[in-house]
C-alpha cells in the first residue's frame, strides 16, 4: 500500500501536475488526522468503559456492604430487643429467674455490643470517574453523605454506652463476670456466682439506687434501638439508590460455603458451595451430613456468616444460629438476595 502512494506521488511529481499534488498531499494529511482523532476516540471510548466498569465495581461492592451492615444491626437489634423484655419484665416483677441466675441477670442490664466499622467509606474512596457525569457524581454524593453521618451516629453511640448497674457489683466485689446481648440464662453455670455474691446481688436490688438506675438502662436500650432502626433504614435506603442507579447491580459475595460439626471439617474449614444464580446470589450443594450442626460463611472466614435454627427452610439470619440435622444426604440452598435458606434431605 505505501509502495502505491509513493509511486503515485512521484508520478504526479514527474508530470508536474503540482496542484493534483498538494490535493493529494492535503488529502493524505486530512487522513492521517482523522486516523489520529479516530483512534483517540476509541482509546477514549475503552477509557470510559473500564471507569464505567471500575465504578461498577465498587459500586456493587457498596452495595454488598451494605447487606451485610444491615445484617449486623439486624442481630444487635434482636438483642436489644431481648434486654428490653428481660428489663420490662425485671420491673413488673414477673421475670421468671432462680436465684442462682441473678448476678448474671445484673451484669447482663449493662451488656452492650461492639463498635461497627463497615468499610464503604474506603470503597467509596476507590471510585474514579470523570468530571460531568452528574449521574455518578449524584449516586457518590448521596453515599458519601450517609457514611459521613454514619460515623457521627457510631460517636454518638459509643458515648451513650454507660455502665449503670455494673459500678454497683463492683462496689459490692461481686464476681466478674462478661456478659453478651443473647445471652441465655438457662444454660448458665449456676455454680458460678458463690452463695455470698447472691446475697450481695439481691441487696443490691433493694436499693433506690438500683432503681433509678435501671430507669437509666431503659432509657439507654431505647436510645440504641432508635439509632439502629435509623441506621438500617437509611442503609436500606443507599441500597435502593444504588440499585436504582444501576439495576444491572447485584451482591457480590464470593466463595460461599458451609461449617460446622455435621460436616467432615468440623468448624476448621468450609466446604465450597456453588453459585446457581448471580443475579439473586443463590448459591447450592448436594452433601452428606452427620448429625450435628452448620452454618453458613463466606471465604473461610467468620467476619460474613449467616445462622438460622432448627427448622430446615427459615430465613437466614446474619450471625445467627446454628443449624441442626440429622445425619442423610441433603441438597441445601442459599439465598442470599432474600435471606432464605432450605434444606432437602435426599432419598
Known amino acids: 500500500m505505501l509502495r ?17 499534488y498538494f490535493a493529494y498531499a492535503l488529502g493524505e494529511i486530512f487522513l492521517i488526522i482523522l486516523g489520529i482523532l479516530i483512534a483517540l476516540q476509541i482509546n477514549n471510548w475503552n477509557e470510559e468503559r473500564k471507569q464505567d466498569k471500575h465504578f461498577d465495581r465498587i459500586l456493587a461492592q457498596i452495595y454488598t456492604n451494605n447487606k451485610c451492615d444491615i445484617g449486623w444491626h439486624n442481630w444487635v437489634l434482636d438483642g436489644l430487643y431481648y434486654q ?9 416483677e414477673k421475670l421468671d429467674i432462680q ?3 441473678l448476678p448474671y441477670l445484673l451484669y447482663f442490664l449493662d451488656a452492650s455490643f461492639n463498635r461497627y466499622n463497615t468499610n464503604s467509606k474506603y470503597l467509596l474512596s476507590q471510585i474514579r470517574f470523570e468530571n460531568g457525569s452528574d449521574k455518578k457524581s449524584n449516586i457518590v454524593s448521596q453515599i458519601n453523605s450517609f457514611y459521613n453521618v454514619w460515623e457521627v451516629w457510631e460517636e454518638n453511640i459509643e458515648n451513650s454506652k454507660t455502665e449503670d448497674i ?13 456478659p453478651w446481648l443473647k445471652m441465655d440464662f438457662s444454660s448458665l453455670d449456676t455454680t458460678y456466682f ?8 439481691k441487696s443490691i436490688m433493694n436499693k433506690v439506687a438500683f432503681k433509678n438506675n435501671l430507669r437509666k438502662v431503659f432509657e439507654r436500650i431505647n436510645y440504641h ?22 439495576p444491572d447491580i447485584n451482591l457480590v459475595f464470593q466463595n460461599i460455603g458451609i461449617v460446622g460439626s455435621a460436616l467432615e471439617y468440623g468448624w476448621d474449614r468450609s466446604v465450597p458451595m456453588k453459585l446457581t444464580d448471580e443475579e439473586k446470589s443463590i448459591w447450592e450443594i448436594n452433601i452428606y451430613m452427620k448429625s450435628g450442626e452448620f452454618k453458613f460463611r463466606e471465604r473461610n472466614s467468620w467476619n460474613q456468616n449467616w445462622g438460622g435454627s432448627s427448622s430446615h427452610i427459615g430465613k437466614a439470619k446474619y450471625y445467627g444460629g446454628n443449624i441442626r440435622v440429622t445425619e442423610g ?17 435426599i432419598n
Do not use: W
Not at 502505491?4 to 493534483?20: A, E
Not at 455494673?166 to 462478661?178: K, R, S, V, Y
Open 166 to 178: 455494673l459500678p454497683m457489683l463492683q462496689e459490692e466485689n461481686i464476681t466478674h463476670f462478661g
Open 99 to 101: 436465684t442462682s441466675q
Open 194 to 201: 458463690s452463695s455470698e455474691d447472691i446475697i450481695k446481688v
Open 329 to 345: 444426604k441433603y441438597h441445601i440452598i442459599l439465598n442470599l438476595s432474600e435471606d432464605k435458606y432450605l434444606i432437602e434431605k
Open 84 to 92: 428490653d423484655s428481660i428489663l420490662s419484665l425485671l420491673e413488673k
Open 225 to 246: 434501638i432508635n439509632a439502629i432502626n435509623n441506621r438500617i433504614t437509611d442503609a436500606s435506603s443507599v441500597m435502593y439508590q444504588i440499585k436504582e442507579y444501576n
Open 4 to 20: 502505491i502512494f509513493k509511486k503515485l506521488r512521484l508520478s504526479l511529481l514527474g508530470d508536474m501536475k503540482l496542484s493534483k
